[in-house]
């Protein structure tokens, strides 16, 4: 029986007295879940992740996550659309600074840097200022930092929209490994119907204007997966069944894409 | 392989253009000036030659010295407690809303008013002479480090911001941690121009307060030298101003670059 980590009960958001973004989103998000938000532009999906983060306040409704057991660490990882990488200090501060808000100092701190670098293959660029990183390596530290604080939910907002295909799939297996050997909970959120099947077991896809809950399908497909299922039947029939509620939600939103 | 642009040949050429160049521009209209001066007969007390300037310097080496040592002491006071004074204000203000609505415009007014205007109420309710012109210098120089602080503390990435709400960050971790350093390269840009302001500042404030009889800076000794005509002794205690201003320009630059040289692109040498 999964057992539910967060709820959002007929949440709301409206930014002022103009848009609503999100209207009367009701979902519950199971611990382990592996759980994509997809939808065009302005559906809300990064407004409903920014909710669940504490970043944004619900204008009515409720999110209630189930409080970790004997742990007062950070329990969330947020990687932004952008890596979000502080220029002024070298990789290995960048991904102290959870730790360091937390008041833990860097030598205390030193052993499980290192690691999540080591788990993101960025273990010979410690020293390396962001501007001596490309994209991908950006992003990795951003994944290092938002890991570092061994959470049990990671939060991710378009994260990988800037990159390269060939780094992108790279990148979607080390999230894969990354969940996997760390019994993650994973919001992650994606324009991309093909990301969003590789990487999810369960997809939710939104719709526009306002943003609500148009679909809430499951991928069924073994998980954790590998490059391998990207050229299988089952994975190009997901596709095609996600696809189909996409289209199916574009239309009923009346937008232009 | 080695790229044109790090050959012995062309690293020669590069330091060529960097400094030669322009000391040789400088040593020809040195040269230019003193052929005109001396082959068009100019009286030294309408436009003395550069060796005649460099005789003043000479013979009153101690006297303009010891002002240029009072400029200085004024000059770097004045720089000190615009730092100080400028960072803390631009911290108060862009903590709290509710100070920058309530301070701000008087910080303009001040900064507006011309400083030679203020001066002669500073020096009569201050009375000690060289508070005066510290407070008359700080005034000119404070500004630039009070707006460019400002603006960089509030222009933090606003992802970064975000990223700091998540992990819980206190007021305070957000202004060590991500305010202050943001506000770093603004903060320097400011500092340059402040440099020369507050050399300005004292320059300006010595004018003022010499006029009362007054004085031992290097502006009093120019309006010393004017009304006796000693036009070369004047010219040299210009010519200590500028190259003054000229090495505080440079100290500043030097201190930017060493703060920035790592991770801000207005510092980072690119690869060619």
Same mark, same amino acid.
């Given at each position: 029986m999964p057992s539910p980590l967060i709820q959002m009960h007929s949440v709301r958001k409206q930014f002022g007295e103009g848009v609503v973004a999100v209207d009367n989103m009701s979902l519950t998000i199971n611990q382990g879940d592996f759980l994509s938000f997809l939808g065009p532009s302005g559906c809300g999906k990064s407004t409903a992740l920014k909710m669940i983060a504490g970043l944004l306040p619900v204008t009515s409704g409720r999110?209630?996550?189930?409080?970790?057991?004997?742990?007062?660490?950070?329990?969330?990882?947020?990687?932004?659309?952008?890596?979000?990488?502080?220029?002024?200090?070298?990789?290995? +501060?960048?991904?102290?600074?959870? @730790?360091?808000?937390? &008041?833990? !100092? /860097?030598?205390? =701190?030193? +052993?499980?840097?290192?690691?999540? @670098?080591?788990?993101? &293959?960025? !273990? /010979?660029?410690? =020293?390396?200022?962001?501007?001596?990183?490309?994209?991908?390596?950006k992003m990795r530290v951003s994944i290092a930092r938002a890991m570092v604080t061994r959470p049990r939910t990671l939060l991710m907002d378009e994260p990988f929209a800037a990159l390269d295909e060939i780094t992108r799939m790279k990148l979607n297996n080390d999230v894969i490994r990354l969940a996997a050997e760390n019994k993650l909970t994973v919001i992650f959120v994606t324009h991309s119907v093909f990301e969003s099947v590789y990487l999810s077991n369960r997809i939710i896809v939104m719709a526009a204007r306002p943003g609500r809950v148009a679909a809430d399908l499951t991928v069924s497909a073994p998980w954790p997966r590998d490059e391998g299922f990207r050229t299988t039947a089952a994975y190009a029939e997901e596709c095609r069944r996600v696809s189909i509620a996409l289209k199916e939600t574009l239309s009923e939103s009346d937008i232009d894409h | 392989m080695q790229s044109s642009s790090s050959t012995p040949r062309h690293l020669v050429i590069t330091w060529l253009k960097g400094i030669v160049a322009p000391l040789s521009f400088g040593a020809g209209l040195l040269l230019f000036w003193q052929f005109a001066?001396?082959?068009?007969?100019?009286?030294?007390?309408?436009?003395?030659?550069?060796?005649?300037?460099?005789?003043?310097?000479?013979?009153?080496?101690?006297?303009?010295?010891?002002?240029?040592?009072?400029?200085?002491?004024?000059?770097?006071?004045?720089?000190?407690?615009?730092?100080?004074?400028?960072?803390?204000?631009?911290?108060?203000?862009?903590?709290?809303?509710?100070?920058?609505?309530?301070?701000?415009?008087?910080?303009?007014?001040?900064?507006?008013?011309?400083?030679?205007?203020?001066?002669?109420?500073?020096?009569?309710?201050?009375?000690?002479?060289?508070?005066?012109?510290?407070?008359?210098?700080?005034?000119?120089?404070?500004?630039?480090?009070?707006?460019?602080?400002?603006?960089?503390?509030?222009?933090?990435?606003h992802n970064l911001v975000d990223l700091f709400e998540v992990y819980g960050a206190t007021r305070w971790q957000k202004l060590v941690h991500l305010r202050l350093p943001s506000a770093m390269p603004y903060f320097l840009g400011g500092l340059k121009i402040s440099g020369g302001l507050a050399l300005i500042g004292a320059v300006v404030a010595e004018f003022v307060a010499g006029t009362g009889g007054v004085g031992s800076g290097l502006a009093f000794r120019i309006l010393e030298s004017g009304y006796q005509l000693r036009i070369p002794r004047m010219f040299a205690a210009l010519i200590m101003i500028s190259i003054t201003g000229i090495l505080i320009y440079l100290a500043t630059t030097w201190v930017s670059w060493m703060f920035l040289r790592k991770w801000h692109e207005s510092a980072v040498k690119r690869e060619v």
């Open positions: 999110i209630d996550i189930t409080p970790a057991e004997g742990s007062s660490e950070q329990d969330l990882g947020f990687v932004f659309q952008e890596p979000t990488l502080t220029p002024w200090a070298p990789v290995f +501060d960048n991904v102290w600074l959870p @730790l360091r808000l937390a &008041g833990i !100092s /860097r030598k205390a =701190a030193a +052993d499980r840097i290192r690691r999540a @670098l080591a788990d993101v &293959g960025l !273990s /010979r660029f410690e =020293a390396s200022y962001p501007r001596e990183l490309s994209g991908g390596m | 001066v001396t082959w068009n007969e100019v009286p030294h007390y309408v436009l003395p030659s550069p060796a005649r300037i460099g005789e003043a310097l000479m013979e009153d080496w101690v006297t303009l010295a010891l002002s240029l040592l009072a400029t200085l002491k004024v000059t770097f006071l004045a720089l000190f407690f615009a730092i100080t004074i400028g960072v803390g204000l631009a911290i108060v203000l862009t903590q709290w809303r509710w100070m920058e609505k309530s301070l701000l415009p008087y910080v303009i007014v001040l900064q507006v008013t011309p400083v030679v205007s203020l001066a002669p109420l500073i020096i009569i309710w201050v009375g000690d002479i060289n508070t005066s012109l510290l407070i008359c210098a700080w005034l000119v120089a404070f500004f630039p480090i009070l707006s460019n602080t400002m603006l960089g503390l509030q222009s933090a990435d």
